[in-house]
């Protein structure tokens, strides 16, 4: 009897362990591998952000396999990918804003704000798909298979931004390709 208790909890965990790691869908890369900020970069200072699990005085940290912005942490800062991108790209995850949630995306030049009243159909407390489509100059960014706005992009090369600026938010499978 202990070892079948022994055998089901060591397959209860394996099996919890492997649902917690995050998986790129068919032809997409990881951005942001769950475990830690490898991949990752401080935007003013260029501070690599390899094997760690905080960042900014714990402003971002790792937690439960997310990317999460305290929001009990006052600070007002941005990560980049140290991954640029120039041409088209198709950059998607999920994400979970609390009510709160006034936080920014940024790529080739252009600001995305993830708050009440910018972003339609947008689920607070609960888990949203987002994806940013490049195509050329110009970029489509979509909410929970939603349009939500068009916009052109700069010219050349820059990372993708998320900015802690107010309220808390929750990213999972960032992923590009």
Known sequence: MKSFITTAFGLLLATS??????????????????KDFSGWKMNKT??????KTEAGK????????????????????????VQEFEKDAHIKF????????NNDLFLRGMKFD???????????DDWNSFEIILKGDSAEFKN??????M??????????????????IEFKNIQFK
């Open 144 to 149: 929970n298979g939603e349009s939500q706005k």
């Open 94 to 101: 999920e994400y979970k804003p609390d009510g709160k949630c």
């Open 17 to 34: 362990l492997c649902l917690a790691q995050p998986k790129a869908d068919s032809g997409f890369t990881l951005l942001f591998n769950g």
């Open 46 to 51: 260029n501070e690599p952000l390899e094997g």
């Open 151 to 168: 916009m052109k992009a700069k010219p050349g090369k820059t990372p993708f931004g998320i900015r802690a600026e107010n309220g808390g």
């Open 114 to 124: 993830i708050k009440k009243g910018d972003v339609k159909n947008i689920k607070f």
């Open 58 to 81: 714990m402003r971002f940290i790792v937690k439960d396999g997310n990317l999460v912005i305290d929001p009990k942490v006052k600070g007002d800062m941005i990560i980049n990918t």
